[in-house]
C-alpha cells in the first residue's frame, strides 16, 4: 500500500539541470530501494539511478558523472540531481520503490506516474 508522487519535471536547455523529487507514503515497513527510470518516445525503459537506503548507488552509463541519486530516509523521498542535461536525456521520468509492508513482507516493486522530462538543443 504505496503512493509516489514525483514532481520536478519540465523543459530545459541543454546544459541545464533539473531536480526530480519522489516521495513514497502509505504503508511501509522498510524500502530495499528506490530509484529513477526513464521512457522514450519508442524506447524501452530504462534503469537511470537506483539507491538502497544506505545509499549503494547504481547508474545507466549514460548518466554517470552527471545524474546524482539520493534517499532522504526520514521522509522516504528520492531525489535525482540532473546536470548537464542532454538532449537525449529527454524522456518520461518514473520513480520506483522497492518495498515491504506489514502485511506482505516478500519485496514488491510500485511506480510512480511518471515526469517528463525534455530538453532542447
Known amino acids: 500500500q504505496v503512493q509516489l508522487v514525483e514532481s520536478g519535471g519540465g523543459l530545459v536547455q541543454a546544459g541545464g539541470s533539473l531536480r526530480l523529487s519522489c516521495a513514497a507514503s502509505?504503508?511501509?515497513?522498510?524500502?530495499?530501494?528506490m530509484g529513477w527510470y526513464r521512457q522514450a518516445p519508442g524506447n524501452q525503459r530504462e534503469l537511470v539511478a537506483v539507491?538502497?537506503?544506505?545509499?549503494?548507488?547504481k547508474y545507466a552509463e549514460s548518466v554517470e558523472g552527471r545524474f546524482t541519486i539520493s534517499i532522504d530516509n526520514a521522509k522516504n523521498t528520492v531525489y535525482l540531481q540532473m546536470n548537464s542535461l542532454k538532449p537525449e536525456d529527454t524522456a518520461v521520468y518514473y520513480c520506483?520503490?522497492?518495498?515491504?509492508?506489514?502485511?506482505?513482507?516478500?519485496?514488491?516493486?510500485?511506480w510512480g506516474q511518471g515526469t517528463q522530462v525534455t530538453v532542447s538543443s
Open positions: 539507491s538502497t537506503p544506505d545509499s549503494n548507488t
Open positions: 502509505g504503508s511501509i515497513r522498510s524500502i530495499y530501494a
Open positions: 520506483k520503490v522497492t518495498y515491504t509492508s506489514a502485511d506482505y513482507y516478500a519485496p514488491r516493486d510500485y
